[in-house]
Antibody, heavy 119, light 110 residues
């Protein structure tokens, strides 16, 4: 059974940094296309970042609002996906989801982790 | 501002059908057959209901169906049930490893 468990969400001041983790089970993160998606409370979903499977090159892409500030990565030995978030802004306040991707869709989601950026 | 457009709300009585539209451009919905739909109940993570425009993942009732015409995709829920009351989001691949979502549609079962 595929399971994704996010952690690392916290209250952080503007300009600060945070690293989110997503522990995967039931599959290996190296073999899947993995993404981060966020949701501002009461608002819609926003795709943030993608890392392709190793067999597809392992390349990454980031959405324009977070490019240069956020970085997606993974650790095969820990079977864990990460999102390093730097230069955080108040508008980054949201629930962050770790998500698998297949054929342009997102079949498996974690439960989400709350990130609050406030002074 | 979302890249895709959805109506903010839709409603129907139990047993009726409701259709939600998702309008994009010829750079996303119109170009790729990678349109998907998600159901989200309050406090829960989104759940994939439709992938690749019209494919239903295992376990999704056949009351849910998807289609696409030009730059607009649609999700139809037939035989509405109380548990179908939720927010529904569409998503599309937009090329260059970028994905976009719609703002969501709140479906109310009257």
């Amino acid at each position: 059974e595929v399971q994704l468990v996010e952690s690392g969400g916290d209250l952080v001041t503007p300009g600060g940094s945070l690293r989110l983790s997503c522990a995967a089970s039931g599959f290996t993160v190296n073999s899947a296309w993995m993404n981060w998606v966020r949701q501002v409370p009461g608002k819609g979903l926003e795709w943030l970042a993608l890392i392709k499977s190793e067999t597809d090159g392992g390349t990454t892409d980031h959405a324009a609002p977070v490019k240069g500030r956020f970085t997606i990565s993974r650790d095969h030995s820990k079977n864990t996906l990460y999102l390093q978030m730097n230069s955080l802004k108040t508008e980054d306040t949201a629930v962050y989801y770790c998500v698998t991707e297949r054929a342009g869709a997102f079949p498996f989601w974690g439960q989400g982790t709350q990130v609050t950026v406030s002074s | 501002q979302s890249a895709l457009t959805q109506p903010p709300s839709a409603s129907g009585s139990p047993g009726q059908s409701v259709t939600i539209s998702c309008t994009g451009t010829n750079s996303d919905v119109g170009r790729y057959n990678y349109v998907s739909w998600y159901q989200q109940h309050p406090g829960k993570a989104p759940k994939l209901m439709i992938s690749e425009v019209s494919k239903r993942p295992s376990g999704v009732p056949d009351r849910f169906s998807g289609s696409k015409s030009g730059n607009t995709a649609s999700l139809t829920v037939s035989g509405l049930q109380a548990e179908d009351e939720a927010d529904y989001y569409c998503s599309s691949y937009a090329g260059s490893n970028i994905y976009v979502f719609g703002p969501g549609t709140k479906v109310t079962v009257l």
